[in-house]
């Protein structure tokens, strides 16, 4: 009887949401209509633009535009786009006049397109065009001849829109009121997407760009599929599959940027052209950047993208919202990521206090912005939104971790070593010499370092399961896997007597020396659970019903590539075998780790398939062949003179 009975429940509801489902359809089609348009640019090319227009007259209206290059189908005047899926319903209820625009040589646009097209400042032809330019002469012409609007854009993306939301910005239309960049592509060479700190993700690259990098010089509504894996285990692709070169070969000579990008391994001008935070100067409209803390693409670009706008134009009114998501998640369901809950849904809080209240306020005049502060971030460990008037914090102080023996770390760095009287002269020599041999060639345990050997034969998986394609919960995933190697070194304090919370970028110092000439180095931080913790039966989760008990949370971790331990233009080959300083920033954690926790620190040399294999030799890794890959011991050293740590924005409460 029960189980009949809430099968009937069951069945109502499902009933139920899909007649709320079709009413919004429906009142989506009666109040609004299509129109379809090819915009000019100022150059003559014009790009396809899909406008949503609300049949009501009683007022005027405001216009939110999405330029993209993952197209702005369903083509047809008949056919809407399911906004009315989303929680982007309210603008529609709002009655705004919604746009979507292929960009530049997509989908059904004119042109040629180029990936992160360089911001031009200095456009003084109709020849001269960029994202901004084009941006500029799409909203003038919607200001014109859209019947109905009241004068007033804005511009929302997530990801690679994100990029172009960044770029509209640039573009000094003065109708253009608010921009909302939503984990942004900004560098793609030292945080977002394809590389993080030089070493290249080639895991995203290659199944997002075999697809995306397709060329497709005519209009088209289909750009089709991309390369499919033969093997369903990434982890055994990727290592068969070998060198960088093979994966040249395999998604073929006709897509051009993959190639671009292995002829400019350091941080060239080319790269630096596209860095989207070069153009950030005097900007106009309103700015709320968004991102996610556990965004696997482009957590990044929005830290850095805020950071850039507050320095270089002060006087814009810039603010940040960082939550608890992966990319995107602030579009969906919020409450949880993977194992990790977060006891609200917070996409949800955003969606509703947040954007929609920003657009309302800069664009209908509606409202007030109150409750967004300059920063609006999202703590994990504690659940809760915060909200500060800078970022970081201004209580924040820099605390050191430092990594020392038999597994531990503490705030207290570890003392020198008292010299020893080692008797006569000649003692003395035999000592310090048997001391040095030590250093260089016994395999004994040593209080001086922490010594493990890499070997790009057999590196160090990202994630514990075998997965087809990169998951997005790895960024919170349970990292007991990583710890039983014998190539990831583990080093964790004593259990907290009291939180510790940590708002900031987290700095990365480790002092090591290497056998070889080049290595890579990923540093994790970790929030170690008690043995018998579990989530309160009603806090919402995916229900897998994972054993929390002593789970080591991913809270943020990032790789260096070592040679570009000094600088991303001129790399710099290791002296094998000496105590060399490698120092990094990791993006920006928002994290309390409770009273009864522990911090655990991992550091290892590689991070595969997310990370491309470094040979651990010095070279030019794309063009590197199989033979160049080699092991190499790597040695982090806690001598109370060369002490490795980790630096930690914690929060002075």
Avoid at 46 to 63: C, G, M, N, R, S
Avoid at 326 to 343: D, I, P
Avoid at 476 to 487: I, L, M, P, V
Avoid at 616 to 637: C, N
Wanted: glycine share 6%; hydrophobic share 35%; aromatic share 16%.
């Amino acid at each position: 009887m029960k189980r009949f009975l809430f099968l009937i429940i069951y069945l109502f509801f499902i009933s139920f949401s899909v007649i709320a489902q079709n009413a919004d359809s429906t009142w989506f089609v009666n109040n609004y209509y299509k129109i379809e348009k090819y915009i000019p640019m100022r150059d003559g090319i014009k790009l396809f633009t899909a406008i949503y227009i609300p049949k009501d007259k009683t007022e005027t209206h405001p216009v939110l535009m999405t330029r993209t290059p993952y197209s702005c189908k369903p083509y047809g005047e008949d056919k809407f786009s399911e906004i009315w899926k989303t929680y982007r319903i309210a603008y529609l209820k709002e009655n705004y006049i919604i746009v979507t625009q292929d960009v530049r040589g997509r989908y059904m646009s004119e042109g040629e397109f180029v990936d992160v097209r360089p911001f031009n400042p200095n456009k003084k032809t109709n020849k001269d065009i960029d994202e901004a330019s084009d941006t500029y002469d799409a909203i003038d012409w919607l200001v014109k001849n859209i019947p109905g609007n009241n004068g007033k854009v804005g511009v929302i993306g997530t990801s690679y829109p994100g990029f172009y939301s960044t770029e509209a910005a640039l573009s000094g239309h003065p109708a253009l009121k608010a921009v909302s960049p939503q984990a942004p592509v900004t560098d793609w060479f030292i945080g977002d997407d394809f590389h993080h700190k030089g070493a290249f993700f080639v895991m995203d690259g290659f199944s997002f760009y075999s697809t995306f990098g397709k060329p497709h010089p005519k209009p088209t509504m289909d750009y089709g599929t991309g390369f499919t894996t033969p093997i369903k285990d990434n982890y055994k692709f990727f290592l068969q599959t070998g060198t960088l070169k093979n994966f040249g070969r395999l998604i073929g000579d006709s897509i051009k940027f993959w190639h671009e990008l292995y002829q400019h391994p350091n941080y060239d001008d080319w790269w630096k052209a596209r860095n989207a935070r070069v153009g950030l100067y005097n900007v106009k409209p309103a700015m709320l950047w968004v991102g996610g803390l556990f965004d696997a693409e482009d957590c990044w670009g929005a830290w850095n993208s805020y950071k850039a706008n507050e320095k270089q134009s002060p006087q814009t009114n810039s603010k940040i919202v960082m939550g608890p998501w992966y990319h995107g998640q602030w579009s969906a369901e919020g409450s949880y990521l993977g194992n990790v809950r977060f006891e609200s849904n917070t996409s949800a809080y955003f969606q509703q206090n947040l954007e929609i209240p920003f657009f309302n306020y800069y664009l209908k005049g509606k409202g007030n912005i109150s409750q967004i502060a300059e920063a609006n971030i999202f703590f994990t460990g504690e659940n809760n939104w915060k909200k500060y008037d800078q970022w970081p914090p201004q209580n924040s102080a820099t605390t050191s971790l430092f990594l020392l023996p038999n597994g531990s770390a503490s705030f207290t760095a570890p003392k020198p070593k008292p010299a020893k009287d080692a008797g006569t002269t000649g003692e003395k020599i035999k000592a310090l010499t048997d001391k040095i041999q030590n250093i260089f060639t016994s395999n004994k345990p040593s209080e001086d370092f922490d010594e493990y050997i890499s070997d790009p034969a057999h590196p160090v998986p990202y994630t514990e399961d075998v997965h087809n394609r990169r998951t997005r919960e790895y960024m919170t995933d349970d990292q007991r896997f990583a710890e039983r190697r014998a190539d990831v070194l583990t080093f964790q304090t004593d259990t907290l007597n009291a939180d510790i919370t940590v708002a900031g970028p987290v700095i990365a110092d480790l002092l090591t020396s290497i056998s070889a000439t080049d290595a890579d180095f990923v540093v994790k931080l970790i929030d170690v659970f008690p043995d018998y913790f579990e989530y309160g039966k009603n806090i919402k989760g995916s229900e897998k019903n994972y054993p929390m008990g002593g789970y080591e949370m991913l809270v943020r971790a990032e790789i260096m590539r070592g040679k570009f331990r000094n600088s991303f233009e001129t790399p710099e080959p290791f002296t094998p075998n000496k105590i060399t300083e490698v120092k990094w920033e990791l993006p920006d954690v928002a994290h309390t780790f409770k009273k009864g926790h522990r911090i655990m620190i991992q550091v290892q040399s590689s991070w595969f398939p997310l990370a491309d294999r470094n040979p651990q030799k010095f070279i030019d890794i794309y063009h590197a062949d199989e033979k160049d890959f080699q092991k190499a011991s790597i040695r982090i050293y806690h001598d109370g003179i060369n002490n490795s740590k980790i630096i930690l924005p914690v929060l002075n409460k």
